[in-house]
């Protein structure tokens, strides 16, 4: 291997050699070192083929912003190379070629690209008709990439939260000056670093002749960050985009964090600019950014003899640092007329590095095969792109380049910042941030170190001010020289200078975009493809929205570049189907329900007692607590059940669109059930609507539905614009219902100021009244089928009415009862459970919910929808099923089949004591729903069992116990 001695190497343990394989050859590295810089140790440039014309390519920036290095890894395709870590046996090939990687006997295909213009495979395969089919498959094996593989077993991926007051984004100069600066004044800070070690630009470029300041600076900020207090780090971590409120996913590994923060702080730097040229794609055609960080990072010498193509100062500095690694630098290629630093021509003159000024590379020279630079050819500039007819030929293995930057503007875009091009300096700028959203250092066009240090101790010190701390004074930034070259693109009469590396799109491909019609920018993205591949345009948007404006002579400020969607760099759907979190709710209940021996259960986001007594002895609890139901009293904790308070002069207009029942002449006192259908048709929800005024409606929701209920109820009348107040008070009101046969008993001791008799407090009525002392809404219900009330109160309340219930239950044996047993004793009066017992497909008529649908009121959201799915003719039907006691139980999801052929499925099942036989609701075949019919359902083993269809609902079917 070739590596230079250290301090060179910040990445690489030398003491931990590895070793690996590409294209089945065998090499060594370094634990630290990517795929690709080890094998540049190794003198292996070329890693790749590209998209379109399979034309040799390797690394360009060294940095992930590119697809010059993809690389297929045995069970995941399309894997960069120069990021992906280094691991004792890893075993790589390259892709997208037929034959070898060095001999792609498709390489033929970049000399006929005269033939292939931009656009072509639009214009020619899609006629005659049906020919689309056949060309597909051809140029998809042709343009393919990786290979998946399709054995490739699932790995664990999670998710965690993460709170702070200020995340800062970037760990370069800017981003540790300011976490610094945050954090000293009290702030807790997040600092989010992409590389495996902090600093940024210092970890790799160099900052003056004598090349000391930027590691010294590193060691000094670096210690800080990681010995303060205040500061979290995470490394090798990706803030992927930016959404509403500094909503921040961050990927870390295989872990996504979900972050919040009061202030962002976003100090991503900036993206190392390209010049266009012919074969400006050639392996040893680097960035300069490139070629300092092999050296510095990986201790790999990029090349023997190098050419600097540069179109700023900081392309000198780095032909300092190729020259002090025993690089041989033929010439510094300047496209301007000389550095802004004139100190720079001494320091050349004094290494003997011939300067070459007002002259670009017109084109790189390659060995046979196209595998390598081998020289270029210098023409002096004569215009906006143009060169002079006279040539002067240098050798060289290394041609570095950098005409400019482009500031890293994607997050900072999403957060709804607009660029704009600031002629004079010839680079984006960025305005219109959020007040939350700050921007720091080069990506705030901020490119001296002592600008970038000062751009981020003010930028901090408004954080702090906004945070209600104290700042330091804020620091003046001097005057600095210009670092992008305003047009450094030079075409070349044969082609081949590429815009797009990722998508082979040349010079010409651009313009001929905007001749056919194309002058928006987002137009000539869409139909050349421009930044559509793995980099996402980093270093092909300022070209691009340069050549754009020439062809359609406006300004770069008009054209401007495409959108920057999320996500910021390519994510696996394992980190967004990793595992879920759903907040941890606890009733205001839940120590009663511990102290009672609940055995709890998850219910949506809520904790709630799934029976009471042993894990072991459920089924034995479950029915002991269902029948003290059935012949006494129980009280159960229905605290999250959805509640929506909706008031206003518009209230019942609002209720009578949203569901399918009727509400315009509800009366007062009484509450209906409440069916929710969406645009389709299918059930969505349910609850009840009580009426306590007549313009005051309290709603229950299902458990888990009702924030989206609450957010459709929102959306809807952003559109419809009633008169009317919608509020979530789920977490504000906690509720117990008391059923029995002796709940009107309890009740009456606590409850004085109400009558409760048949006659003045009757089935389905609601009241206001007090209960224990303590102010409630109280609804006549009976989901379980019995005589029971729900009383709602705030939840600050709800311990002392728990309480004052069970005290005055005492003389009737009451006894609390769960989920579990609420939803056997629902099962026995055939009630269904929305999204158990329904599925994204299920409509009114099916579950026998046609007399909750009003046939009278002109609309509803999915009128339309249901009154079409009722007039087809129905394929299947809700039923209820019993087996004899004893019988194979079938469980949720077990089949229900007719013949062969799967008819449905059992969506609740239970064994009823009270019944003495196994009781369940199943969708079956609409010819196999009439009761006294036998439904075979398969269950576990394969075992098939014949249950007998009956008529809802199994217990009580006229209603009589809770109507007493």
Known sequence: MSRLPAPMGLLIDRDQPLTFSFDDKPYQGFAGDSIASALLANGRFLLSRSFKYHRPRGPLSMAGQDANSLVQLPSEPNVLADMQPLVQGLAATGQNFNGTLDNDKDAWLGKFSKFMPVGFYYRSFYKPKGMWKVWEPIIRKKAGLGVLDLKFQPEYYDKAYLFTDLAVIGAGPAGLQAALSAANAGAKVLLIEQSPILGGSLTYARFDIEGVRGESLRRELVTAVENHANIQVLKQATCNAWFTDNYLPVIQGKRLYKVRASHCLIASGSFDQPVVFRNNDLPGVMLTSAAQRLMKLYAVKPGNTAVVLTGNDDGYLAALDLHEQGVKVAAVVDLRNGPADRALLRALEQRAITLHVDTTVFEALHESGMRHVNGVELRKITGQGQVASSALKLDCDLLCMSGGYMPVYQLLCQAGGKLAYDDQLAEFTLSGLPRIVHVAGSVNGCHSLDNVLSDATNCAADIV????????????????????????????????????????????????????????????????????????????????????????????????VTTARPPFVAEKLAHVAGRAFDPYRQTPLHRRHLEAGAKMMPAGIWQRPAFYGKASQREQCMQAEALHVRNKVGIIDVSTLGGLDVRGPDAAELLNRMYTFAFLKQPVGRSRYALMTNEHGVVIDDGVCARFAENHFYVTATTSGVDRIYQQMLKWNAQWRLNVDIANVTAAISAVNVAGPDARKVLEKVCTDLDLSPAGFPYLAVRQGTVAGIKARLLRVGFVGELGYEIHVPARHALALWDALMDAGKAFDIRPFGVETQRLLRLEKGHVIISQDTDGMTHPAEIDMGWAVSRNKPFFIGRRSVDILEAQPMTRKLVGFTLPKGSVQPLEGHLVLSGPDISGNVTSCEYSETLGQVIGLAYAGFDQSQPGQHIPIRVEGGIMVQATVVKLPFFDPDNLRQEL
């Open 465 to 560: 001010t906004a945070l209600g701390r104290n700042a330091q004074a804020r620091v003046n930034l001097a005057p600095e020289a210009r670092v992008n070259f305003p047009w450094p693109i030079f075409p070349h009469p044969k082609g081949k200078d590429f815009v797009d590396f990722d998508e082979d799109l040349q010079v010409q491909d651009i313009i001929n975009a905007t001749k056919i019609g194309y002058r928006d920018v987002q137009l000539v993205k869409r139909y050349s493809t421009v930044g559509m591949g793995p980099s996402q345009g980093r270093h092909s948007a300022l070209p691009t929205a340069r050549l754009v404006a020439q062809a359609t002579q406006r300004n770069i400020s008009e054209t401007g």
